[in-house]
């Protein structure tokens, strides 16, 4: 069945450095890709979006990356800070209104 | 309230109870979601509403599990003769608009415990 997936169940970076996060899907009629930041005792939060007719969408220091030919996403994050410690989802959306979150990468940031 | 609210936080339930969990979604947003969330995973989908209209249960476990929203606003999901695998995070999110977005707003969530 369709799912999505993530590469790396936990990612540890250092405080500035740039973090990225990776996402497979394996829905190709998925139209509609979220990233949502979950803070431990916390419900998700909405970061940036990005439809399929787009590759690439920017929001404030995150970038999306969308590669529908190997159905692959990417989470950028620039400048990462200890307040970006959370587990990250990303979501598709592919059957009505219904979003499939993958199972999450844990980011730790070192100061 | 700003954002959406859960009640209760927390609830610890003996196996057999029934459990009802609240959600207050943000005022004027018609769209509402029920979620499941278990340690260590992604939410599930379980049921979705438009206004007072629940368009889909297909994600709801079993028939234990029920889920209203008469006005269009308050929704409640009611679990019946919990059972220890029911035991997970119960997130509520809501979106102002018919679905076409996923920018959906979450609560905190209530925290179900099933002894």
């Known amino acids: 069945g369709e799912s999505v997936g993530l590469h790396l169940p936990t990612l540890s970076v250092q405080e500035g450095d740039n973090s990225i996060i990776n996402c497979a899907y394996s829905?190709?009629?998925?139209?509609?890709f979220i990233w949502y930041k979950q803070e431990s005792g916390k419900g998700p939060q909405f970061i940036i979006d990005?439809?399929?007719?787009?590759d690439k969408r920017q929001g404030q220091r995150v970038t999306v990356l969308l590669n529908k030919t190997v159905k692959h996403l990417s989470l950028q994050i620039a400048a990462t800070q200890p307040g970006d410690s959370a587990v990250y989802f990303c979501?598709?959306?592919?059957?009505?209104?219904?979003?499939?979150f993958g199972e999450g990468t844990q980011l730790t940031v070192n100061p | 309230g700003a954002g959406v609210s859960q009640s209760p936080r927390y609830k610890v339930a003996k196996r057999g109870q029934d459990v009802a969990l609240r959600c207050d979604p943000i005022?004027?947003?018609?769209?509402l979601f029920w979620y499941q969330q278990a340690l260590g995973q992604g939410p599930e989908f379980l049921t979705y509403?438009?206004?007072?209209?629940?368009?889909?249960k297909s994600g709801l476990p079993s028939d234990r599990f029920f889920a209203e929203r008469p006005e269009g606003s308050v929704s409640t999901l009611k679990i019946q003769r919990t059972q220890q695998e029911d035991s997970a995070v119960y997130l509520c999110?809501?979106?102002?608009?018919?679905?076409?977005?996923?920018?959906?707003?979450f609560g905190e969530g209530s925290r179900l415990t099933v002894l």
């Open positions: 999110a809501s979106s102002p608009t018919f679905s076409d977005t996923g920018e959906l707003f």
């Open positions: 829905n190709s009629a998925s139209d509609y």
């Open positions: 990005i439809r399929s007719n787009m």
């Open positions: 979501a598709e959306k592919y059957s009505g209104s219904r979003l499939t």
């Open positions: 005022s004027g947003h018609v769209s």
């Open positions: 509403f438009q206004n007072e209209a629940q368009l889909d």
